[in-house]
């Protein structure tokens, strides 16, 4: 493996009412695709969160390394613009904020240079084609009254539009029907394809997967990562449930 | 100086101020004297001249309000101090320090109105586009003058049938004040079926000597004809008194229609005691849109009288109160017509220990059948210092109404600030965003430059403090 683009070192984050992260260690390359599985509040989302440099969280221990850079202790906005990226459970609705004009804002920053409109509009037009969104979605405001499956597909869309070299996708594919789930899968194969960057998806659901060629597989239960492999270990997973997993991670609790 | 100074925490990155003059500080109290003063530099007609001496009667007369924000910081026994300071401003561009400069520049402002903007002295550049615009709807038979010139013109006796019978002198005491030294402001007449086009802009005519202390506007829309007028602008304005009591008077004839939108942005010294109002006859239409930024203490209500039948009013406002500021602002409905109709609608802004107190008022007289009245005010604080107050008062005579209120009040999400941020936002534009989406129901309703500066203003806001 080249130099790795995340690599998590004996990472422990916690909140006021106690740790939820407890060393974890991940590694993942450019261009990689891993997959993150785990039982129902088991910090799937509290460790996408804390890559993310979300304050809710406190790192209590290990590092954070992007790009070879120590982000352990770097503010949200920074992360973003180095190429994290974070895909919300729940994203947040910004009335009177229109998607696009918050799109344009996030490039501007994020580049530091105007934003070419012609060009801009063109390339958003087409995504959204792409996503099936219908175009009058850029002028609403961001999130706001958008269904659920909406919500996701414009998450998809920034995805796309701001290109980053990591995204993390916490659980994009919950609460979609059939045809959505499709959309949005298509929606991360055209991020590989156009810009190779690597992914971080938390799921549930094989489906989202179908498509993608996944490279590493990791099982977090109560905060720690019990078990590490191949693709293949999603439909083991799948077949068998996380009832091992849940063991393992009683143990290594004993253990500590 | 006395207790007329407010304490300017750093304030500095908007405004600045002359050092104060001793000359102005001879005669204290509001004297006969002073009054006919003003009268005589003004070249009022007679009844002008006796209109100014009853008001200051009244004025001497009427009580200092006490039932809102706090205004001790004005010393009354000083008004003369107040009322003489605007009248000369000779300073020149060099003294206005760089960070007011600054300021214009993150604006946008024109370089043109800048040094206006200063109170450094006349624009010629304004002036010239001014006078253009004025020859433009000259040729619809529109006229818009400052309202001085307009006393001796050939619409005097339409001002004086006009002049402050909206807003009497006896309303209350800076409306007296008002009446006795008003100086500068506006005069619009739209004859009837016409429609102007253009917006009307005051910001073209800001080198008025005295604009922006006690200024007085008046615009009759006469039947069937259309006007939308743009009052004030998003740059801080500098005066050397620290009171503003303007006044606006509105007259909306049947079939029309009027649009009247304000930004404001006072300095932070200033005690804004605004007087706003408007009567609309029949089948006519009255919209205001409403931005308040600056001043230490503001009380402003625009009044909306819907006096004809069928006759409809709609409130757009926003108004954004930070360290040192307390601002109570909100809107005033009268329902005397059958089936009319208002809507109020209010965001409030307020951080770094800033107070804003929304209050609104909306009467239903029983005359009023079939009326319908909705007022939906919003408020969002942007820490635990700072405070939002709802004071909605509904009155209604009649049973045939139909009327509804939603407020809500809330603080800045955390999430929505880390959700921004996560997009490559800084704190503060991801912050500000969210402030300028919250107060874009005000930005939609301006013309595109006007809302670009508005947002601007909030931005720089934002970063205060």
């Known amino acids: 493996m080249s130099e790795p683009l995340l690599q998590i070192q004996d990472l422990s984050a916690a909140i006021e009412e106690g740790e ?4 974890i260690n991940l590694e993942i390359g450019p261009g990689e695709t891993h997959v993150l599985m785990g039982p129902n509040g088991a910090g799937k989302s509290t460790l996408g969160h804390t890559i993310m440099g979300n304050p809710q969280y406190r790192v209590t221990g290990g590092t954070i390394r992007f790009d070879g850079e120590d982000i352990t202790e770097m503010p949200v906005d920074e992360r973003s613009r180095k190429g994290i990226f974070l895909s919300f459970q729940n994203p947040l609705e910004v009335p009177g904020l229109s998607v696009e004009a918050f799109l344009r804002s996030a490039l501007r920053a994020r580049t530091g240079k105007p934003v070419r409109i012609f060009q801009f509009k063109k390339e958003l037009e087409s995504v959204m084609e792409l996503l099936q969104m219908d175009p009058s979605y850029a002028d609403r405001d961001l999130n706001a009254g958008f269904s659920g499956g909406e919500k996701k597909k414009a998450e998809i869309l920034q995805l796309l539009m701001l290109s980053p070299r990591l995204a993390i996708l916490d659980e994009t594919d919950s609460g979609l029907d059939v045809d959505a789930v499709r959309t949005v899968s298509a929606g991360i194969r055209e991020y590989q394809k156009r810009t190779g ?23 977090l239960v109560r905060g720690r990562i019990v078990a590490d492999g191949d693709g293949s270990l999603i439909d083991e997973i799948h077949r068998d449930g996380f009832e091992k997993y849940i063991e393992m991670g009683r143990d290594m609790l004993k253990e500590t | 100086m006395t207790n007329q100074k407010v304490d300017e925490i750093d304030r500095s990155i908007y405004d600045f101020r002359y050092e104060e003059d001793d000359f102005y500080r001879i005669q204290s109290g509001l004297t ?36 809102g924000a706090p205004i001790d910081g004005l010393d009354m026994d000083d008004i003369a101090t107040y009322v003489r300071a605007n009248t000369d401003m000779k300073k020149s561009w060099e003294d206005v320090p760089d960070d007011i400069k600054d300021t214009f520049e993150k604006l946008g402002i024109p370089q043109a109105e800048r040094a206006a903007l200063a109170g450094v002295g006349a624009q010629y550049d304004s002036e010239l586009v001014y006078h253009n615009v004025k020859d433009e709807v000259a040729q619809q038979g529109v006229i818009y003058s400052d309202l001085e010139s307009a006393l001796t013109g050939p619409h005097a006796q339409m001002i004086r049938d006009h002049f402050m019978k909206l807003v009497p002198p006896n309303d209350h005491k800076f409306a007296a004040l008002h009446g006795a030294v008003w100086s500068g402001g506006s005069f619009v007449y739209v004859p009837p079926g016409i429609k102007v086009e253009i917006p009307l802009q005051s910001y073209f005519r800001l080198n008025a000597k005295g604009a922006g202390q006690f200024e007085h506007t008046l615009i009759i829309v006469d039947e069937g004809a259309d006007l939308h007028f743009i009052e004030g602008c998003s740059a801080p304005k500098y005066n050397v008194a620290n009171l503003h009591a303007g006044c606006v008077e509105l007259y909306v004839r049947r079939g029309a229609r009027l649009r009247y939108s304000t930004i404001e942005n006072w300095s932070k010294n200033m005690y804004n005691l605004n007087t706003k109002r408007a009567l609309v006859e029949d089948d006519a239409v009255m919209e205001w849109v409403s931005g308040s930024f600056g001043s230490h203490v503001s009380y402003l209500y625009p009044t909306t009288i819907l006096k004809g039948r069928n006759s409809h009013c709609e409130f757009t406002g926003v108004t954004f109160a930070g360290q040192d500021q307390n601002l109570d602002t909100g809107a005033k409905m009268i329902h005397l017509g059958r089936n009319t109709s208002s809507f109020i609608n209010t965001k409030s802004i307020c951080k770094s220990g800033g107070i804003s107190t929304y209050r609104s008022s909306v009467e239903i007289k029983k005359s009023a059948e079939n009326a319908k009245a909705a007022v939906s005010c919003g408020s969002l604080m942007l820490d635990s210092r700072s405070r939002s107050d709802t004071i909605p008062a509904i009155v209604t005579e009649t049973d045939r109404v139909d009327v509804g209120h939603e407020a809500t009040i809330g603080r800045i999400s955390d999430d929505a600030v880390f959700y921004l941020m996560a997009r490559g936002l800084s704190e503060e534009d991801a912050k500000a965003m969210i402030v300028s989406g919250f107060a874009s129901d005000v930005s939609k309703e301006l013309p595109l430059e006007y809302a670009a500066e508005m947002n601007n203003l909030i931005k720089l806001e934002m970063s205060i403090g």
């Not at chain 2, 006919?36 to 009427?62: A, G, T």
């Open chain 1, 20 to 23: 939820l992260l407890h060393q």
């Open chain 1, 197 to 219: 960057g690597a992914l971080l998806i938390i799921t549930h659901n094989a489906a989202i997967l179908n498509a993608l060629q996944v490279d590493h597989t990791h099982v």
């Open chain 2, 32 to 67: 006969p004297e002073i009054v006919e003063k003003i009268s005589e530099e003004k070249h009022d007609p007679e009844w002008m001249k006796q209109f100014r001496l009853k008001c200051l009667d009244i004025y001497n007369r009427i009580p200092v309000p006490r039932w």
